[in-house]
């Protein structure tokens, strides 16, 4: 009997092949849904991240256009997407060195593209958006693959570095001037002992010429200019280091008078002073008020480029708390310093202040940031008020002295009529000389040493001898040698009682600004004159 298929069986077979086509067709399907959810969540993935990252990323086709932007890009560029979508890149911004050679985003897509490599631009490289604004930016460009590792575009990926591109600049500038400070501060040491010698030889000689003989004015003129000198040597160290206020008790006013009208010299403004004659004594560093007031001056001179009018006042003020300025209550002295100039626009008024910013062209932006300082150091607080196009007036606030210490303070004392063994330690001849000249017209009788040793040994045998000296004036910086803070800590171990007096031609030496932390009664920055030294002896003795 021939076999004969069943239809039944042949259908339901057939089915089955069916059903188990469509299952892998479903199955195959679903493979393709998982692959295609996989892709759109990684794509979403990737345009999440494109889109939060603070790089830009900007995507082009082989011939340069823009494909794909994101967000960061969009803000470096200024230009939205809609806008840079299709354009061609070069169009859109440009790329400079900071030398100011223009660089072809062209050729460097080229290359990118025809090479295989990234490339990448240096650090100093200036970004030009399509508004015109610059920004420095780090830039690479990387050829984009498609499935078949065929290049098919570029890839740029954009980095705003303006801000560490800045820091960068500030540090090198502080780091330029910090070695400016060491060889300011050598210099001025230096020149400050050379300007000790004619100082206090001039003041030294006026004493011996009477007052009316002609060769008393000219010395007391060459003392004034040698005095000038000093003080530049002063203003640059604050300006190069911060120098500390060495304070002195003075008349603000002969200080305003004298300040005001050096910085005056060959300007075309005219100048009025309102300074009472009551104003009340401060107790400053005469180098620096002078260079804040010399600072203010120039810079209203500056302003009034077409001739114009500068009134200097000043006024005694009781402050109290509960006012708009950041000083303890007290006793005041308010110096103001107005222009008649073109003024200073409110959003450059917040700035002026601070280190670097000028608006001159040929300016370094430390005169305003040193006064500020100064004024700060010395325990006061400076403010400013403008017009745009009627002029500018600063306000100095500095504190002025208890009435009673101002009266004892200003004291006249006698130069001679003194006696006992004064011990002068200075490693420069020329100073060891016109000191111990001094120190003998004043009527004591001194010794002195070139070093720290010597002076301690010397100390040590007046003391066994029964002859001690009466002060020690010390040298603090002796090169090569045992300076004046070492030799003091030895001194005061043989005698704790010993009357000590600092001396430096270095303004921000730690011993001069706080001396008495550091063992001594007194202190007399170089260079001075034969009343100054004898000032400082006597307020220690």
């Known amino acids: 009997m021939d076999d004969q298929h069943d239809p039944g069986e042949q259908q339901r077979l057939e089915l089955t092949e069916a059903s188990l086509r469509m299952a892998a067709l479903k199955n195959k399907i679903a493979q393709q849904e998982k692959s295609l959810e996989g892709l759109r969540e990684e794509k979403e993935r990737l345009s999440v991240t494109l889109r939060s990252i603070n790089d830009g990323v900007i995507t082009t086709d082989m011939n340069g256009r823009i494909v794909f932007i994101n967000a960061a890009a969009e803000r470096l560029i200024d230009c939205p997407k809609e806008k840079a979508i299709g354009r061609l890149l070069s169009g859109v911004i440009l790329v400079t060195h900071e030398e100011g050679s223009m660089k072809n985003l062209g050729t460097l897509l080229d290359t990118a593209m025809i090479t295989g490599r990234v490339i990448e631009l240096a650090a100093a490289t200036t970004l030009v958006s399509s508004e015109g604004k610059n920004k420095i930016v780090s830039i690479s460009v990387s050829p984009l693959h498609d499935r078949k590792r065929i290049i098919s ?3 740029l990926v954009l980095r705003d570095i303006t801000e560490k591109k800045a820091l960068q ?32 030889n001039i003041s030294l000689a006026k004493c011996l010429i009477p007052n009316a003989n002609a060769a008393h004015i000219r010395l007391d003129l060459a003392e004034k200019a040698s005095g000038r000198a000093a003080d530049l040597a002063r203003q640059l160290l604050t300006f190069a280091k911060g120098g500390k206020p060495i304070k002195k008790t003075l008349s603000p006013a002969k200080l305003l008078f004298e300040a005001a009208n050096f910085a005056l010299h060959g300007a075309n403004v005219s100048c009025e002073f309102s300074i009472p004659d009551d104003l009340w004594t401060i107790e400053a560093d005469p180098g620096q008020i002078n260079q804040v007031v010399n600072n203010l001056v120039v810079n209203a001179i500056q302003a009034m480029t077409c001739g114009g009018h500068i009134h200097i006042s000043s006024e005694n003020i009781h402050y109290t708390n509960d006012e708009s300025l950041p000083l303890g209550s007290g006793r005041y002295v308010r110096i103001s310093i107005a222009d008649t100039g073109i003024g200073i626009h409110e959003e450059i008024r917040q700035k002026i202040f601070d280190p670097y910013f000028t608006t001159k062209p040929y300016g370094n932006g430390l005169g305003l ?11 006061g607080h400076i403010t400013v008020t403008s017009t745009a196009g009627k002029g500018t007036t600063f306000f100095i606030y500095l504190p002025a002295l208890d009435a009673c210490l101002a009266e004892a303070l200003v004291e006249e004392v006698a130069l001679t009529g003194n006696s006992g063994k004064i011990l002068v330690m200075d490693d420069e001849e020329m100073v060891r000389n016109v000191a111990v000249d001094m120190a003998r017209h004043m009527g004591y009788q001194p010794v002195s040493c070139d070093s720290g040793d010597k002076a301690v040994s010397l100390y040590r045998d007046a003391l066994q001898s029964g002859a001690s000296f009466r002060a020690v004036l010390m040298d603090l910086t002796i090169p090569g040698g045992m300076g004046g803070e070492e030799a003091l800590r030895h001194i005061i171990a043989l005698d704790p009682k010993v009357r000590a007096i600092a001396s430096s031609g270095y303004s921000d030496c730690q011993a001069i600004g706080d001396f008495r932390k550091h063992g001594f009664q007194g202190v007399l920055p170089k260079p001075y004159t034969i009343r100054e030294f004898h000032q400082a002896l006597h307020d220690v003795l």
């Open 169 to 200: 600049n500030e540090l090198f500038k502080v780091q330029k001037l910090e070695s400016l400070g060491l060889l300011a501060g050598g210099i001025a040491h230096d020149f400050n002992n050379i300007l000790t010698a004619i100082l206090a």
């Open 153 to 155: 575009g570029v890839v």
């Open 369 to 379: 940031a040193t006064t500020y300082s100064i004024v700060r150091n010395h325990g």
